[in-house]
């Protein structure tokens, strides 16, 4: 119990924006899609590790319905706020995990 509640109180004390080698939170600013993949970018740019990668799109693989789907119905409803973790493979950034921040 104690550590739920201290689990709660910190999160009252967390950044809006954070970031780190392979993670970025904010909002997200535009979507695409393609025939393999959806693509997105946030309003304050890539995590460290995709600097560079063209234009500032982060790339979702298909096969992860999942996160596609949140992606999708977050877009949709106007709850932009996120934490996504990447990847850099070649040129491409890949988002391996997406953290929604329903409570805006």
């Known amino acids: 119990m104690k550590k739920i509640l201290l689990f709660v109180i910190?999160?009252?004390?967390?950044s809006v924006v954070s970031a780190g080698p392979h993670f970025?939170?904010?909002?997200?600013s535009n979507i695409a899609s393609s025939s393999s993949t959806?693509?997105?970018?946030?309003?304050n740019g890539v995590p460290d590790n995709c600097?560079?990668?063209?234009y500032g799109w982060m790339t979702i693989k298909k096969e992860d319905t999942p996160m596609v789907s949140m992606i999708l119905s977050m877009w949709v409803s106007g709850k932009h706020k996120a934490t996504v973790y990447t990847?850099?493979?070649?040129?491409?950034?890949y988002i391996y995990?997406?953290?929604?921040?329903f409570n805006q």
């Open 51 to 54: 600097q560079g990668v063209a």
């Open 87 to 93: 990847r850099m493979e070649g040129t491409t950034c």
């Open 97 to 101: 995990s997406v953290d929604p921040t």
């Open 24 to 28: 970025l939170s904010g909002n997200l």
């Open 38 to 43: 959806i693509s997105i970018k946030l309003h």
């Open 10 to 14: 910190a999160s009252f004390f967390t």
